[in-house]
T-cell receptor, first 116, second 110 residues
Framework: KAGVTQTPRYLIKTRGQQVTLSCSPI?????VSWYQQTPGQGLQFLFE???????NKGNFPGRFSGRQFSNSRSEMNVSTLELGDSALYLC???????????????FGEGSWLTVV | QKEVEQNSGPLSVPEGAIASLNCTYS??????FFWYRQYSGKSPELIMF????GDKEDGRFTAQLNKASQYVSLLIRDSQPSDSATYLC??????????FGTGTQLKVEL
């Protein structure tokens, strides 16, 4: 069974540019969440999508956006990149949209973004 | 007060010993609790999750949850050098939004 797949794995962008990251969840999983990990701030929640609807959003500026497609694949976009956006961006996949028993959450390998 | 607190470590244990990792959380409405292991330069790998009070065992790993004390722990028996990593505690409040602690660095020494 394939895991969570994220593309691209590594990318370098210039300040002011925009970037789109892609995530394919585990087959059958309908919930996709995005996280940013930096040495200073740790792992922080960006947003979650379930059945193409954003269910939850973290405390990030509007430059960070996302969407989910009917096949549960998700993309996140960061516009007007800043140096501080350099981070590991992680996608997490889950079967259900609710917590509780059996709702395990798995991470992809991540996309390393460097903004120069 | 941070929502999820962990001792950053490093926690050093000799090979073969039991490593005990602790985590406290502030939101009494938290429902599910996760332990992830993260090697340097890699993504978090799910080790265990627990949602009921008590112990849950999986191989060398045991997760313990005490909701009254808002405390969750992870015990690693027969620690191996390959267990050396950062261990992240995370909680959810019913959805899939994980709130993470800052992680505890574990070093298993030969």
């Amino acid at each position: 069974k394939a895991g969570v797949t994220q593309t691209p794995r590594y990318l370098i962008k210039t300040r002011g540019q925009q970037v789109t990251l892609s995530c394919s969840p585990i087959s059958g999983h309908r919930s996709v969440s995005w996280y940013q990990q930096t040495p200073g701030q740790g792992l922080q929640f960006l947003f979650e999508y379930f059945s193409e609807t954003q269910r939850n959003k973290g405390n990030f500026p509007g430059r960070f956006s996302g969407r989910q497609f009917s096949n549960s694949r998700s993309e996140m976009n960061v516009s007007t990149l800043e140096l501080g956006d350099s981070a590991l961006y992680l996608c997490a996949s889950s079967f259900t949209g609710t917590g509780g028993s059996g709702n395990t959450i798995y991470f992809g390998e991540g996309s390393w973004l460097t903004v120069v | 007060q941070k929502e999820v607190e962990q001792n950053s470590g490093p926690l050093s244990v000799p090979e073969g010993a039991i490593a005990s990792l602790n985590c406290t959380y502030s939101d009494r409405g938290s429902q599910s609790f996760f332990w992830y292991r993260q090697y340097s330069g890699k993504s978090p790998e799910l080790i265990m999750f627990i949602y009921s009070n008590g112990d849950k065992e999986d191989g060398r790993f045991t997760a313990q949850l005490n909701k009254a004390s808002q405390y969750v722990s992870l015990l690693i028996r027969d620690s191996q050098p390959s267990d050396s990593a950062t261990y992240l505690c995370a909680v959810t409040g019913g959805g899939n939004k994980l709130t993470f602690g800052t992680g505890t660095q574990l070093k298993v020494e030969l």
